[in-house]
């Protein structure tokens, strides 16, 4: 059964750091390329991060480009979102997902609130 849960998610200052986690079962995170979107209230769902399966061509929304950095961790089976500089835009509940072909599959989401 495939299975993505998402952990890190919290309360942090504007400016300040997070690092949220993906762990991935019932698949390999490398045969698939896996994401990180988000849903800010009243918005639209947005992709913020990408990394491709088998190799680690990255992807970035230009939002997001040069604070976040996505990374895959193969023997642990998770995928990471390193996100720094965190502006009030980046509250939101964030989600992994996986990708290969028609299939997609999410996890339930985490919720970061930036605070000023």
């Known amino acids: 059964q495939v299975q993505l849960v998402e952990s890190g998610g919290g309360l942090v200052q504007l400016g300040g750091s997070l690092r949220l986690s993906c762990a991935a079962s019932?698949?390999?995170?490398?045969?698939?390329?896996m994401r990180w979107s988000r849903q800010a209230p009243g918005k639209e769902r947005e992709l913020v991060a990408g990394?491709?399966?088998?190799?680690?061509?990255?992807t970035y929304a230009d939002s997001v480009k040069g604070r976040f950095t996505i990374s895959r961790d193969n023997a642990k089976n998770t995928v990471d979102l390193q996100m720094n500089n965190l502006r009030p835009e980046g509250t939101a509940v964030y989600y992994c997902?996986?990708?290969?072909?028609?299939?997609?599959?999410w996890g339930q989401g985490t919720q970061v609130t930036v605070s000023s």
């Open positions: 997902h996986a990708v290969r072909g028609v299939l997609d599959y």
């Open positions: 990394i491709n399966s088998y190799v680690n061509v990255r």
């Open positions: 019932g698949f390999t995170v490398n045969s698939y390329t």
